[in-house]
Protein backbone atom coordinates (compact mmCIF):
# COMPACT_ATOMS: atom_id res chain seq x y z
CA UNK A 1 0.00 0.00 0.00
CA UNK A 2 1.12 3.57 -1.03
CA UNK A 3 2.44 4.84 2.44
CA UNK A 4 2.90 8.86 1.30
CA UNK A 5 -0.67 9.44 0.30
CA UNK A 6 -3.12 9.74 2.71
CA UNK A 7 -6.19 8.29 2.48
CA UNK A 8 -7.57 9.63 5.75
CA UNK A 9 -9.36 12.80 4.99
CA UNK A 10 -11.83 12.79 7.28
CA UNK A 11 -11.58 15.93 9.52
CA UNK A 12 -13.11 13.99 12.82
CA UNK A 13 -10.32 11.72 13.68
CA UNK A 14 -7.76 14.18 13.12
CA UNK A 15 -5.07 14.26 15.58
CA UNK A 16 -4.70 17.87 16.51
CA UNK A 17 -7.47 18.73 18.38
CA UNK A 18 -7.75 22.78 18.71
CA UNK A 19 -9.35 23.02 22.38
CA UNK A 20 -10.46 26.19 22.70
CA UNK A 21 -13.37 27.19 24.76
CA UNK A 22 -13.75 30.85 23.60
CA UNK A 23 -17.06 31.39 22.53
CA UNK A 24 -15.96 33.35 19.71
CA UNK A 25 -13.46 30.81 18.19
CA UNK A 26 -16.24 28.32 18.20
CA UNK A 27 -18.95 31.14 16.87
CA UNK A 28 -17.04 31.35 13.68
CA UNK A 29 -15.68 28.34 13.09
CA UNK A 30 -18.92 26.71 12.08
CA UNK A 31 -19.62 27.07 8.72
CA UNK A 32 -18.48 31.09 7.97
CA UNK A 33 -16.25 31.24 4.63
CA UNK A 34 -13.33 30.95 6.38
CA UNK A 35 -13.41 27.79 7.96
CA UNK A 36 -14.45 25.95 4.81
CA UNK A 37 -10.56 25.16 4.71
CA UNK A 38 -10.43 24.53 8.85
CA UNK A 39 -12.25 21.58 9.74
CA UNK A 40 -11.69 22.00 13.15
CA UNK A 41 -12.71 18.80 14.99
CA UNK A 42 -16.72 18.76 15.67
CA UNK A 43 -15.64 21.11 19.39
CA UNK A 44 -18.42 23.56 18.50
CA UNK A 45 -21.77 23.52 18.38
CA UNK A 46 -23.39 24.15 14.81
CA UNK A 47 -25.15 27.44 14.50
CA UNK A 48 -26.95 27.53 10.95
CA UNK A 49 -29.47 29.47 11.29
CA UNK A 50 -32.60 26.62 10.56
CA UNK A 51 -35.13 29.02 11.80
CA UNK A 52 -35.90 32.80 11.81
CA UNK A 53 -38.63 34.82 12.91
CA UNK A 54 -41.50 35.75 10.44
CA UNK A 55 -41.16 39.52 9.32
CA UNK A 56 -42.35 42.33 11.86
CA UNK A 57 -43.65 45.20 10.15
CA UNK A 58 -42.70 48.42 11.97
CA UNK A 59 -44.77 51.46 10.93
CA UNK A 60 -44.04 53.95 8.77
CA UNK A 61 -45.29 56.85 10.98
CA UNK A 62 -42.06 55.96 13.60
CA UNK A 63 -39.61 56.58 11.15
CA UNK A 64 -37.72 59.28 11.36
CA UNK A 65 -35.82 61.18 8.29
CA UNK A 66 -32.85 59.60 8.86
CA UNK A 67 -34.22 56.02 8.38
CA UNK A 68 -36.02 57.25 5.73
CA UNK A 69 -32.50 58.07 3.90
CA UNK A 70 -31.52 54.48 3.96
CA UNK A 71 -34.00 53.80 1.47
CA UNK A 72 -33.13 56.06 -1.27
CA UNK A 73 -30.35 54.30 -3.23
CA UNK A 74 -28.61 50.89 -4.04
CA UNK A 75 -26.33 50.26 -1.28
CA UNK A 76 -22.83 48.12 -1.73
CA UNK A 77 -22.52 45.67 1.27
CA UNK A 78 -18.96 44.96 2.81
CA UNK A 79 -18.49 43.64 6.93
CA UNK A 80 -16.63 44.94 9.22
CA UNK A 81 -14.69 44.09 11.97
CA UNK A 82 -15.37 45.17 15.42
CA UNK A 83 -14.01 48.98 16.04
CA UNK A 84 -11.82 49.93 18.74
CA UNK A 85 -12.82 52.91 20.89
CA UNK A 86 -15.31 54.28 18.45
CA UNK A 87 -17.28 56.51 20.64
CA UNK A 88 -21.12 57.79 19.82
CA UNK A 89 -19.99 60.85 21.26
CA UNK A 90 -17.64 62.14 19.45
CA UNK A 91 -18.74 61.68 16.12
CA UNK A 92 -18.20 65.80 15.64
CA UNK A 93 -14.55 64.88 15.95
CA UNK A 94 -14.96 62.09 13.42
CA UNK A 95 -16.37 63.98 10.86
CA UNK A 96 -13.72 66.54 10.92
CA UNK A 97 -10.78 64.26 10.99
CA UNK A 98 -12.21 62.18 8.03
CA UNK A 99 -13.00 65.72 6.01
CA UNK A 100 -9.55 66.74 6.73
CA UNK A 101 -7.79 62.95 5.55
CA UNK A 102 -10.00 63.12 2.47
CA UNK A 103 -8.80 66.53 1.64
CA UNK A 104 -4.89 65.58 2.25
CA UNK A 105 -5.48 62.56 0.40
CA UNK A 106 -6.66 64.66 -2.71
CA UNK A 107 -4.05 66.94 -2.55
CA UNK A 108 -1.48 64.06 -2.24
CA UNK A 109 -3.50 62.83 -5.90
CA UNK A 110 -4.78 59.68 -4.60
CA UNK A 111 -8.66 60.75 -4.87
CA UNK A 112 -10.12 59.79 -8.47
CA UNK A 113 -11.92 62.68 -8.38
CA UNK A 114 -10.67 64.57 -11.27
CA UNK A 115 -11.20 68.82 -11.77
CA UNK A 116 -13.29 68.84 -8.61
CA UNK A 117 -12.50 72.01 -6.93
CA UNK A 118 -14.69 72.37 -4.13
CA UNK A 119 -14.30 72.02 -0.42
CA UNK A 120 -15.61 68.98 0.82
CA UNK A 121 -18.08 68.75 3.80
CA UNK A 122 -18.60 65.31 6.22
CA UNK A 123 -21.15 64.64 8.56
CA UNK A 124 -21.11 61.95 11.06
CA UNK A 125 -24.86 61.74 12.57
CA UNK A 126 -26.78 58.74 14.42
CA UNK A 127 -29.49 56.82 13.19
CA UNK A 128 -31.96 56.47 16.22
CA UNK A 129 -34.48 53.82 16.79
CA UNK A 130 -32.72 50.70 14.61
CA UNK A 131 -30.78 48.98 17.24
CA UNK A 132 -33.06 45.98 19.13
CA UNK A 133 -31.24 45.20 22.34
CA UNK A 134 -29.84 46.99 24.47
CA UNK A 135 -26.10 45.47 23.56
CA UNK A 136 -26.38 46.75 20.17
CA UNK A 137 -24.59 49.81 18.85
CA UNK A 138 -26.75 52.73 17.27
CA UNK A 139 -26.39 53.16 13.62
CA UNK A 140 -24.06 55.54 12.70
CA UNK A 141 -24.90 57.34 8.98
CA UNK A 142 -22.17 59.55 7.23
CA UNK A 143 -22.16 61.61 4.70
CA UNK A 144 -20.02 63.68 1.97
CA UNK A 145 -21.28 66.76 0.96
CA UNK A 146 -19.44 68.90 -1.61
CA UNK A 147 -19.96 72.51 -1.63
CA UNK A 148 -18.40 74.70 -5.00
CA UNK A 149 -16.51 77.49 -3.50
CA UNK A 150 -18.60 80.29 -5.37
CA UNK A 151 -22.25 78.63 -3.92
CA UNK A 152 -23.87 81.16 -1.66
CA UNK A 153 -24.53 79.69 1.67
CA UNK A 154 -28.05 78.67 1.21
CA UNK A 155 -27.36 76.23 -2.28
CA UNK A 156 -28.05 73.00 -1.00
CA UNK A 157 -24.83 70.80 -0.96
CA UNK A 158 -24.15 67.59 -3.50
CA UNK A 159 -24.22 64.59 -1.72
CA UNK A 160 -20.87 62.76 -3.41
CA UNK A 161 -21.17 59.79 -1.23
CA UNK A 162 -22.99 58.27 1.74
CA UNK A 163 -22.75 54.87 4.08
CA UNK A 164 -23.44 53.74 7.31
CA UNK A 165 -22.88 51.21 9.80
CA UNK A 166 -25.16 49.48 11.49
CA UNK A 167 -26.13 46.18 13.90
CA UNK A 168 -29.86 44.96 14.15
CA UNK A 169 -30.29 42.19 15.74
CA UNK A 170 -26.81 40.71 15.78
CA UNK A 171 -26.53 37.43 18.32
CA UNK A 172 -26.27 38.76 21.79
CA UNK A 173 -24.02 36.36 23.02
CA UNK A 174 -21.20 37.15 20.49
CA UNK A 175 -21.74 40.63 21.67
CA UNK A 176 -21.50 40.51 25.18
CA UNK A 177 -18.06 38.65 24.62
CA UNK A 178 -16.36 41.67 23.02
CA UNK A 179 -13.95 43.24 25.18
CA UNK A 180 -14.97 47.06 26.41
CA UNK A 181 -13.21 48.83 24.53
CA UNK A 182 -14.89 47.53 20.98
CA UNK A 183 -18.10 48.50 19.37
CA UNK A 184 -19.62 45.63 17.19
CA UNK A 185 -20.83 47.22 13.88
CA UNK A 186 -20.60 44.74 11.13
CA UNK A 187 -22.29 46.14 8.38
CA UNK A 188 -21.17 48.53 6.42
CA UNK A 189 -23.28 49.69 3.52
CA UNK A 190 -21.98 52.44 0.94
CA UNK A 191 -23.33 54.36 -2.11
CA UNK A 192 -20.77 56.48 -4.25
CA UNK A 193 -17.90 56.46 -5.92
CA UNK A 194 -15.59 53.86 -5.52
CA UNK A 195 -12.60 55.76 -4.81
CA UNK A 196 -14.45 57.90 -2.16
CA UNK A 197 -15.10 54.37 -0.50
CA UNK A 198 -11.93 53.11 -0.57
CA UNK A 199 -10.56 56.51 1.37
CA UNK A 200 -13.42 56.39 3.65
CA UNK A 201 -12.68 52.27 4.41
CA UNK A 202 -8.75 53.30 4.71
CA UNK A 203 -9.16 55.72 7.50
CA UNK A 204 -11.63 53.51 9.66
CA UNK A 205 -8.70 51.52 8.94
CA UNK A 206 -6.18 53.65 10.38
CA UNK A 207 -7.84 55.13 13.06
CA UNK A 208 -10.37 52.21 14.45
CA UNK A 209 -8.03 49.35 13.33
CA UNK A 210 -10.38 47.71 12.02
CA UNK A 211 -10.56 45.53 8.80
CA UNK A 212 -13.16 45.57 5.62
CA UNK A 213 -14.39 42.83 3.03
CA UNK A 214 -16.76 42.48 0.70
CA UNK A 215 -19.70 40.37 1.63
CA UNK A 216 -21.11 38.86 -0.70
CA UNK A 217 -24.72 37.51 -0.37
CA UNK A 218 -25.05 33.51 -1.09
CA UNK A 219 -27.62 32.02 -2.30
CA UNK A 220 -29.22 30.25 0.54
CA UNK A 221 -29.16 33.83 1.50
CA UNK A 222 -30.99 35.43 -1.40
CA UNK A 223 -33.94 32.47 -1.05
CA UNK A 224 -34.09 33.37 2.62
CA UNK A 225 -34.82 36.74 1.53
CA UNK A 226 -37.46 35.65 -0.99
CA UNK A 227 -39.39 33.65 1.34
CA UNK A 228 -39.25 36.49 3.99
CA UNK A 229 -40.11 38.77 1.70
CA UNK A 230 -42.82 36.71 -0.19
CA UNK A 231 -44.32 36.17 3.69
CA UNK A 232 -44.57 39.58 3.72
CA UNK A 233 -47.49 39.87 0.74
CA UNK A 234 -50.18 39.15 3.36
CA UNK A 235 -49.78 42.68 5.02
CA UNK A 236 -47.67 44.57 2.10
CA UNK A 237 -48.08 43.66 -1.45
CA UNK A 238 -44.71 42.85 -3.05
CA UNK A 239 -46.00 43.52 -6.82
CA UNK A 240 -44.03 40.99 -7.95
CA UNK A 241 -41.39 38.64 -7.30
CA UNK A 242 -38.99 37.94 -9.55
CA UNK A 243 -35.71 36.11 -9.67
CA UNK A 244 -32.58 35.89 -11.64
CA UNK A 245 -30.19 32.95 -12.05
CA UNK A 246 -27.45 32.15 -14.05
CA UNK A 247 -26.84 28.76 -15.71
CA UNK A 248 -23.46 27.43 -16.52
CA UNK A 249 -23.95 26.82 -20.09
CA UNK A 250 -22.24 27.95 -23.37
CA UNK A 251 -22.84 31.06 -23.53
CA UNK A 252 -23.59 31.53 -19.83
CA UNK A 253 -27.52 32.21 -19.96
CA UNK A 254 -29.53 34.31 -17.62
CA UNK A 255 -32.61 33.29 -16.40
CA UNK A 256 -35.58 35.88 -15.36
CA UNK A 257 -38.00 34.26 -13.34
CA UNK A 258 -40.59 36.58 -12.45
CA UNK A 259 -44.01 35.65 -11.01
CA UNK A 260 -47.19 37.60 -9.93
CA UNK A 261 -47.07 38.23 -6.19
CA UNK A 262 -50.69 36.53 -5.76
CA UNK A 263 -49.26 32.92 -7.00
CA UNK A 264 -46.05 33.37 -4.78
CA UNK A 265 -47.91 34.12 -1.84
CA UNK A 266 -50.03 30.93 -2.57
CA UNK A 267 -47.18 28.78 -3.03
CA UNK A 268 -45.73 29.81 0.26
CA UNK A 269 -48.90 29.61 2.34
CA UNK A 270 -49.18 26.12 0.78
CA UNK A 271 -45.76 24.77 2.48
CA UNK A 272 -46.27 26.64 5.26
CA UNK A 273 -49.92 25.14 5.68
CA UNK A 274 -49.30 21.73 6.52
CA UNK A 275 -47.81 21.65 10.03
CA UNK A 276 -49.65 24.79 11.17
CA UNK A 277 -52.76 25.91 13.10
CA UNK A 278 -53.67 29.44 13.45
CA UNK A 279 -52.74 28.80 17.27
CA UNK A 280 -49.79 27.40 16.83
CA UNK A 281 -48.26 29.93 14.76
CA UNK A 282 -45.57 31.49 16.41
CA UNK A 283 -43.96 33.36 13.57
CA UNK A 284 -41.16 31.71 12.71
CA UNK A 285 -39.81 30.40 9.53
CA UNK A 286 -38.04 27.36 8.91
CA UNK A 287 -35.13 26.64 6.20
CA UNK A 288 -36.78 23.34 5.31
CA UNK A 289 -39.78 25.43 4.62
CA UNK A 290 -37.85 27.56 2.77
CA UNK A 291 -36.24 24.70 0.40
CA UNK A 292 -39.46 23.27 -0.26
CA UNK A 293 -40.72 26.81 -1.60
CA UNK A 294 -38.13 27.25 -3.86
CA UNK A 295 -38.47 22.93 -4.57
CA UNK A 296 -41.41 23.73 -5.84
CA UNK A 297 -40.52 26.74 -8.14
CA UNK A 298 -37.74 25.31 -9.47
CA UNK A 299 -39.96 21.90 -10.16
CA UNK A 300 -42.58 24.15 -12.05
CA UNK A 301 -39.81 25.71 -14.30
CA UNK A 302 -38.58 22.23 -15.09
CA UNK A 303 -42.18 21.28 -16.17
CA UNK A 304 -42.51 23.83 -18.50
CA UNK A 305 -39.28 24.36 -19.98
CA UNK A 306 -37.25 21.63 -19.02
CA UNK A 307 -34.25 23.76 -17.73
CA UNK A 308 -32.79 22.83 -14.75
CA UNK A 309 -32.26 25.90 -12.44
CA UNK A 310 -30.51 23.94 -9.79
CA UNK A 311 -27.56 23.83 -12.08
CA UNK A 312 -27.19 27.35 -12.47
CA UNK A 313 -26.77 29.77 -9.62
CA UNK A 314 -29.07 32.40 -7.72
CA UNK A 315 -27.89 35.92 -8.06
CA UNK A 316 -30.64 37.98 -8.15
CA UNK A 317 -33.83 38.55 -5.95
CA UNK A 318 -36.58 41.73 -6.37
CA UNK A 319 -39.62 42.30 -4.93
CA UNK A 320 -41.38 45.91 -4.50
CA UNK A 321 -39.76 45.74 -1.07
CA UNK A 322 -36.17 45.66 -2.35
CA UNK A 323 -33.72 43.51 -4.21
CA UNK A 324 -30.68 41.70 -3.21
CA UNK A 325 -27.75 40.76 -5.54
CA UNK A 326 -25.12 38.28 -5.44
CA UNK A 327 -22.50 40.33 -5.31
CA UNK A 328 -23.48 42.09 -2.24
CA UNK A 329 -25.92 45.14 -3.61
CA UNK A 330 -29.12 45.99 -1.96
CA UNK A 331 -31.92 47.90 -2.29
CA UNK A 332 -34.51 48.62 0.30
CA UNK A 333 -37.20 50.23 -0.85
CA UNK A 334 -39.96 49.57 1.38
CA UNK A 335 -39.63 50.89 4.95
CA UNK A 336 -41.94 48.39 6.26
CA UNK A 337 -39.79 45.33 6.58
CA UNK A 338 -36.32 47.23 6.83
CA UNK A 339 -35.60 45.52 10.38
CA UNK A 340 -36.06 42.06 9.07
CA UNK A 341 -33.90 42.37 6.08
CA UNK A 342 -31.09 44.00 8.47
CA UNK A 343 -31.23 41.50 10.92
CA UNK A 344 -30.61 38.76 8.04
CA UNK A 345 -27.36 40.86 6.37
CA UNK A 346 -26.24 41.46 9.97
CA UNK A 347 -25.83 38.07 10.62
CA UNK A 348 -23.93 37.42 7.03
CA UNK A 349 -21.62 39.85 7.72
CA UNK A 350 -21.63 38.42 11.33
CA UNK A 351 -20.46 34.53 10.14
CA UNK A 352 -18.23 36.00 7.24
CA UNK A 353 -16.04 38.10 9.79
CA UNK A 354 -12.92 36.32 10.22
CA UNK A 355 -12.96 36.98 14.41
CA UNK B 1 -33.36 -5.67 -11.73
CA UNK B 2 -31.91 -2.01 -12.21
CA UNK B 3 -29.90 -2.06 -8.51
CA UNK B 4 -26.52 -2.44 -8.73
CA UNK B 5 -25.15 -5.45 -6.87
CA UNK B 6 -20.87 -5.79 -6.01
CA UNK B 7 -20.78 -9.39 -6.22
CA UNK B 8 -22.56 -10.54 -9.04
CA UNK B 9 -20.10 -11.41 -11.27
CA UNK B 10 -16.53 -13.06 -10.74
CA UNK B 11 -13.43 -10.86 -10.44
CA UNK B 12 -10.87 -10.35 -13.20
CA UNK B 13 -6.97 -11.12 -11.32
CA UNK B 14 -5.11 -8.49 -10.39
CA UNK B 15 -7.84 -5.92 -12.19
CA UNK B 16 -10.06 -3.19 -10.96
CA UNK B 17 -13.11 -1.23 -11.95
CA UNK B 18 -13.97 1.90 -10.67
CA UNK B 19 -17.26 3.24 -11.77
CA UNK B 20 -17.20 7.48 -11.57
CA UNK B 21 -20.88 9.04 -11.29
CA UNK B 22 -20.77 12.88 -12.15
CA UNK B 23 -23.63 14.94 -13.38
CA UNK B 24 -21.43 17.41 -15.25
CA UNK B 25 -19.55 14.58 -16.66
CA UNK B 26 -16.44 16.85 -16.72
CA UNK B 27 -14.41 15.70 -13.82
CA UNK B 28 -14.59 12.33 -14.32
CA UNK B 29 -12.86 12.77 -17.72
CA UNK B 30 -9.90 13.87 -16.34
CA UNK B 31 -9.53 11.45 -13.57
CA UNK B 32 -10.05 8.59 -15.77
CA UNK B 33 -7.34 9.56 -17.80
CA UNK B 34 -5.33 9.35 -14.95
CA UNK B 35 -6.39 6.54 -13.73
CA UNK B 36 -5.84 4.39 -16.46
CA UNK B 37 -2.19 4.88 -16.65
CA UNK B 38 -1.71 2.92 -13.22
CA UNK B 39 0.68 0.05 -13.45
CA UNK B 40 0.66 -1.95 -10.15
CA UNK B 41 -3.17 -3.00 -10.84
CA UNK B 42 -5.12 -2.90 -14.34
CA UNK B 43 -7.42 -0.24 -13.80
CA UNK B 44 -10.99 0.00 -15.75
CA UNK B 45 -12.65 2.85 -15.25
CA UNK B 46 -16.59 3.41 -16.51
CA UNK B 47 -17.88 6.35 -16.32
CA UNK B 48 -21.98 7.32 -15.70
CA UNK B 49 -23.92 10.40 -15.55
CA UNK B 50 -26.21 9.00 -12.81
CA UNK B 51 -27.72 5.41 -12.14
CA UNK B 52 -29.30 3.18 -12.59
CA UNK B 53 -26.96 2.39 -15.40
CA UNK B 54 -28.62 1.09 -18.39
CA UNK B 55 -29.32 -2.64 -18.94
CA UNK B 56 -28.01 -3.29 -22.31
CA UNK B 57 -24.37 -2.80 -21.32
CA UNK B 58 -24.77 -5.68 -18.35
CA UNK B 59 -23.44 -8.49 -20.18
CA UNK B 60 -20.30 -6.70 -21.03
CA UNK B 61 -19.78 -5.15 -17.93
CA UNK B 62 -17.27 -6.20 -15.32
CA UNK B 63 -17.76 -6.19 -11.97
CA UNK B 64 -17.44 -2.73 -9.86
CA UNK B 65 -15.38 -2.50 -7.28
CA UNK B 66 -15.79 0.37 -6.10
CA UNK B 67 -18.37 3.83 -6.96
CA UNK B 68 -17.36 7.03 -6.50
CA UNK B 69 -19.91 10.44 -6.80
CA UNK B 70 -18.12 13.39 -7.79
CA UNK B 71 -20.24 16.20 -6.66
CA UNK B 72 -19.58 19.91 -7.67
CA UNK B 73 -20.40 21.64 -4.50
CA UNK B 74 -21.34 24.82 -6.56
CA UNK B 75 -24.29 23.06 -8.35
CA UNK B 76 -27.24 21.95 -6.40
CA UNK B 77 -28.06 19.70 -9.11
CA UNK B 78 -25.17 17.48 -8.53
CA UNK B 79 -25.83 16.93 -5.05
CA UNK B 80 -29.42 15.99 -6.08
CA UNK B 81 -28.70 13.74 -8.77
CA UNK B 82 -26.08 11.74 -6.52
CA UNK B 83 -28.97 11.47 -4.10
CA UNK B 84 -31.70 10.05 -6.83
CA UNK B 85 -28.26 7.86 -7.56
CA UNK B 86 -27.81 6.13 -4.04
CA UNK B 87 -31.20 4.40 -4.62
CA UNK B 88 -30.14 2.18 -7.47
CA UNK B 89 -27.02 1.09 -5.26
CA UNK B 90 -27.61 -2.23 -3.51
CA UNK B 91 -26.55 -2.48 -0.05
CA UNK B 92 -23.61 -4.24 -0.62
CA UNK B 93 -21.65 -1.16 -1.46
CA UNK B 94 -21.94 0.39 1.60
CA UNK B 95 -19.71 -1.39 2.74
CA UNK B 96 -16.75 0.28 2.35
CA UNK B 97 -17.11 0.39 -2.00
CA UNK B 98 -18.53 3.90 -1.80
CA UNK B 99 -17.16 7.33 -1.81
CA UNK B 100 -17.88 10.81 -1.83
CA UNK B 101 -15.95 12.84 -3.84
CA UNK B 102 -16.69 17.06 -3.68
CA UNK B 103 -14.85 19.62 -6.08
CA UNK B 104 -14.99 23.30 -4.94
CA UNK B 105 -15.36 23.57 -1.41
CA UNK B 106 -13.31 26.09 -1.12
CA UNK B 107 -15.44 28.39 -3.14
CA UNK B 108 -15.77 31.43 -1.36
CA UNK B 109 -20.00 31.40 -3.01
CA UNK B 110 -20.60 28.38 -1.17
CA UNK B 111 -23.67 28.57 0.94
CA UNK B 112 -22.68 26.53 3.88
CA UNK B 113 -25.88 24.34 4.21
CA UNK B 114 -24.58 22.61 1.50
CA UNK B 115 -21.29 21.60 2.68
CA UNK B 116 -22.88 20.39 5.80
CA UNK B 117 -25.66 18.51 3.60
CA UNK B 118 -23.07 16.57 2.00
CA UNK B 119 -20.85 15.80 5.63
CA UNK B 120 -24.73 14.50 6.95
CA UNK B 121 -24.55 12.35 3.79
CA UNK B 122 -21.60 10.73 3.55
CA UNK B 123 -21.33 10.23 7.44
CA UNK B 124 -24.77 8.43 7.38
CA UNK B 125 -23.88 5.78 5.01
CA UNK B 126 -20.42 5.76 6.56
CA UNK B 127 -18.88 6.63 3.62
CA UNK B 128 -15.24 8.58 3.15
CA UNK B 129 -15.29 11.94 2.15
CA UNK B 130 -12.96 13.20 -0.33
CA UNK B 131 -11.95 16.84 -1.15
CA UNK B 132 -10.91 17.56 -4.66
CA UNK B 133 -8.89 20.09 -6.85
CA UNK B 134 -10.49 19.51 -10.13
CA UNK B 135 -8.87 22.67 -12.34
CA UNK B 136 -5.03 21.99 -12.22
CA UNK B 137 -3.61 18.72 -12.99
CA UNK B 138 -1.87 18.46 -10.09
CA UNK B 139 -5.41 18.32 -8.15
CA UNK B 140 -6.41 15.74 -10.85
CA UNK B 141 -3.40 13.76 -10.48
CA UNK B 142 -3.55 14.05 -6.35
CA UNK B 143 -7.34 13.11 -6.57
CA UNK B 144 -6.62 9.76 -8.60
CA UNK B 145 -4.07 8.64 -6.74
CA UNK B 146 -6.10 8.72 -3.46
CA UNK B 147 -8.88 7.04 -5.22
CA UNK B 148 -6.31 4.76 -6.52
CA UNK B 149 -5.75 3.55 -2.97
CA UNK B 150 -8.91 2.85 -1.78
CA UNK B 151 -9.56 1.10 -5.29
CA UNK B 152 -6.99 -1.67 -4.76
CA UNK B 153 -8.00 -2.50 -1.42
CA UNK B 154 -11.58 -2.57 -2.30
CA UNK B 155 -10.64 -4.61 -5.39
CA UNK B 156 -8.66 -7.09 -2.79
CA UNK B 157 -5.62 -6.78 -4.80
CA UNK B 158 -3.80 -5.07 -0.95
CA UNK B 159 -3.49 -8.22 1.36
CA UNK B 160 -4.32 -8.20 4.62
CA UNK B 161 -7.09 -5.69 4.37
CA UNK B 162 -10.83 -5.27 3.43
CA UNK B 163 -13.01 -2.90 1.72
CA UNK B 164 -14.78 -2.81 5.68
CA UNK B 165 -11.99 -2.48 7.10
CA UNK B 166 -10.44 0.00 5.35
CA UNK B 167 -13.89 2.25 5.54
CA UNK B 168 -13.91 2.30 9.42
CA UNK B 169 -10.82 4.53 9.16
CA UNK B 170 -11.68 6.91 6.21
CA UNK B 171 -15.63 7.03 6.56
CA UNK B 172 -16.63 10.42 7.71
CA UNK B 173 -17.85 11.26 11.02
CA UNK B 174 -20.58 14.02 11.95
CA UNK B 175 -20.36 14.07 15.93
CA UNK B 176 -24.35 14.84 17.40
CA UNK B 177 -25.19 17.94 19.56
CA UNK B 178 -24.38 15.44 22.75
CA UNK B 179 -21.45 14.16 22.19
CA UNK B 180 -19.52 17.65 21.10
CA UNK B 181 -20.79 19.46 24.73
CA UNK B 182 -19.64 16.54 25.82
CA UNK B 183 -15.68 17.07 24.78
CA UNK B 184 -16.59 20.68 25.58
CA UNK B 185 -17.04 20.19 29.13
CA UNK B 186 -14.22 17.57 29.24
CA UNK B 187 -11.74 20.74 28.43
CA UNK B 188 -12.72 22.26 31.60
Not at chain 1, 30 to 39: E, I, P, Q
Not at chain 1, 59 to 71: D, G, I, K, V
Not at chain 1, 151 to 171: E, F, H, I, M
Not at chain 1, 314 to 335: C, D, F, M, P, Y
Amino acid sequence: MDPKTSVARSPFSSVVQRRSKSYRQSYRSYVGTMSHLAYTPGFTKRRLTTCRLAPKRCSTAEMNPEQRALLVREWQLSYVTPLYRFQHGHLKTYSRQLAAFLVSERQRGVAAEVGLESTLRVTFTLVAGMAQTEEEADTVFIKIHSKTPLALPDDPQKVLWSGWLTCVGGDPDYLRTLPEDFVCLPLFCSGGTEGLTALVKAWFQRTFDCCFGLLEINSVNLQWLAALWTDCHARTSIKQLKLVWSLPAEPPMEVIYAMHAQDASELWRSVRQPGLREEEDDGSVGLEEVACFFKGLKSHFYRHFRVELPAGRLTQVSTALGSAKHGGRIKISNSSYMITTLTLLTECALLKMPI
Amino acid sequence: MSVLRPLSKLPDINAASVLLVENEEDFQQKLAGVMVKEKSVMVKVRLAKSLPLPAKNEPNRPRIDLVVFLINLMSELSLQSAEASLKHLGQGYFLGKVCFMVTNARHAALPAERMVAVRKLASGLRCPLLYAEDQTPDGVTNAAERLLVILRVAAGCVPMTTALFLSNLTSCIVPTEEEEQQNLDFDA
